[in-house]
């Protein structure tokens, strides 16, 4: 068999094994509950590794490989970044925001601010979010199966989009909590079974340090800092800014803490996904200094994030080379259907609750809205030129970062934040934020200062948006909520607490 033949059987591997595992959690989803978080019961071990599956999207898997053999070790800020991001996640919003008892980011601003505008506003950001990271899964999930099988690249996205969609339809958040679990470790395994082979070849070659061949750019891993274009160090500090306070913004990552029981449970649930994700972000830097001896051509090429799925067969000649770049193939469209599954369950919530609702209500309303998170950036990712998929998601970060970031943090801890102070906001940080998204992905940004601007926002946006909401908020005063006092409680009080004092019904 070829290997373009192993590839294709791997991949129908995963899709039939992913079906599979989903219609197992078909039949314990009933409720509207079940649909939107589960209904609340899935334990922390269990949910961090659904957290870790959906989390570790294409950008982990093949982004950070081909950063790094393109740039250096400088692009291992983004995994630091995207795992830090879990710890100021853990310390700041996991448990008040699972003691909020919302299903959605949405409900939350509502019931924070009494406020159905910045509900509403809530709702259309979750949505862009959502549809800006769903776009490059599609887009990456075709790029890949081209690269690997030789099909046509439409063919990868509505693969992915019809899998997610058939799990989504019938079994809402309870089957993708066990679908994304058994991607995390079949991610894992992907990455970690061929690299024990090829580490070895690499040692049995002289281990030659990647750095020592002065062929390829880069090459200054030395420097945490060197790498292409200008203004280096601005754009690692924004960087730093949106992955490490953009996790807490995506609407995917957020919606799995209201799964779990209480907020102890979100707090070690938490604390588990930190582990995984170091874990995990051990090994695509690996590939990536594999690939600077091995696979050179493909910085040349431009074809950085496709050295994960090459780097076996050119490592290893003959058949285990192939099964082995099977393995990598079949991981990378594990990431596409696990990342994609969680959004569509985020968007698919907010649009049945948001716009659906009244018309339909309930797992209908769901339903429906998961048919319109899916089609939509499905269509867009086939009629756009496709962009890097580690790029589209650092903007993704950005954006998020600059608008639900402040809402959560000064939601969650400042009792005067107002409807109005929240909107405003949300409105500049999100319009600077995506104003400078489109200019980049638009190719539209210009050179120098501004164009350094405009590629890493978060570095100005979320400082704006935090002195816009404050500084609003403050000139508003009589906008502050009736009952903020008793939200900071419920807040802010451990669910045996409130038990006992009557806050919650027994």
Excluded at 227 to 250: C, E, P, Q
Excluded at 419 to 429: K, N, S, T
Aim: charged share 10%.
């Amino acid at each position: 068999m070829s290997a373009a033949g192993y590839s294709l059987l791997a991949v129908t591997a995963v899709v039939v094994a992913t079906l599979a595992v989903g219609a197992y959690g078909w039949r314990f989803s009933r409720t509207t509950s079940d649909f939107f978080v589960a209904s609340r019961t899935v334990r922390p071990g269990l949910n961090a590794s659904a957290i870790g599956g959906e989390y570790l999207s294409a950008a982990s898997f093949l982004g950070v490989a081909g950063l790094v053999l393109a740039f250096g070790t400088e692009m291992l800020w983004y995994p630091v970044g995207w795992t830090a991001g879990y710890l100021v996640l853990l310390v700041l919003v996991a448990a008040p925001l699972r003691r909020s008892g919302a299903y959605t980011l949405p409900d939350f601003a509502e019931s924070r601010l009494e406020s159905r505008g910045v509900r509403r506003l809530s709702a259309l950001l979750v949505v862009a979010i959502g549809w800006l990271y769903l776009m490059p899964q599609f887009q990456g999930a075709g790029l890949a199966l081209a690269a690997t099988t030789g099909t046509g690249a439409w063919l990868g996205g509505v693969l992915v989009a019809t899998v997610v969609l058939v799990n989504v339809l019938f079994g809402g958040m309870r089957s993708i909590t066990f679908v994304q679990a058994f991607q995390y470790w079949l991610k894992l395994t992907a990455l970690l079974f061929p690299l024990l082979f090829m580490v070895t070849i690499w040692l049995g070659d002289g281990a030659v340090s990647p750095a020592s061949t002065g062929t390829t750019p880069g090459d200054s891993w030395e420097s945490p800092l060197a790498g292409a274009g200008d203004h280096r160090l601005y754009t690692t500090y924004s960087i730093i800014v949106a992955t490490f306070l953009g996790t807490m913004g995506l609407p995917h990552v957020v919606v799995r803490f209201y799964t779990n029981p209480d907020g102890a449970a979100a707090r070690r649930t938490t604390l588990f996904v930190l582990a995984l994700l170091g874990l995990f972000y051990l090994l695509p830097p690996v590939y990536g200094g594999l690939g600077r001896l091995y696979a050179p051509d493909l910085i040349a090429s431009g074809d950085t994030e496709s050295v994960v799925l090459e780097l076996p067969a050119r490592m290893l000649a003959g058949t285990l080379g192939d099964l082995l770049s099977a393995l990598t193939t079949a991981g990378a469209f594990a990431a596409f259907l696990s990342t994609s599954s969680g959004l569509t369950v985020a968007v698919a919530g907010v649009i049945s609750q948001d716009v659906l609702g009244r018309r339909l209500g309930g797992v209908r309303a769901f339903q429906a809205g998961a048919v319109v998170a899916v089609l939509v950036p499905l269509g867009l990712a086939l009629l756009a030129e496709g962009v890097g998929v580690a790029q589209a998601v650092g903007l993704a970060f950005a954006f998020a970062a600059s608008t639900f970031c402040p809402l959560l943090v000064l939601g969650i801890w400042w009792r005067r934040l107002t409807d109005a102070g929240a909107i405003a906001g949300m409105l500049v940080g999100g319009g600077c934020a995506g104003g400078a998204v489109l200019a980049t992905l638009l190719g539209a940004a210009p050179a120098g200062w501004p164009g350094a601007l405009l590629a890493q926002p978060a570095a100005w946006t979320v400082p704006l948006a935090f002195l816009t909401m404050v500084g609003i908020s403050l000139a508003t005063p009589r906008r502050v909520p009736r009952h903020a006092a008793r939200t900071m409680v419920r807040l802010h009080t451990p669910e045996a607490v409130q038990l006992d004092r009557g806050v919650l019904p027994r």
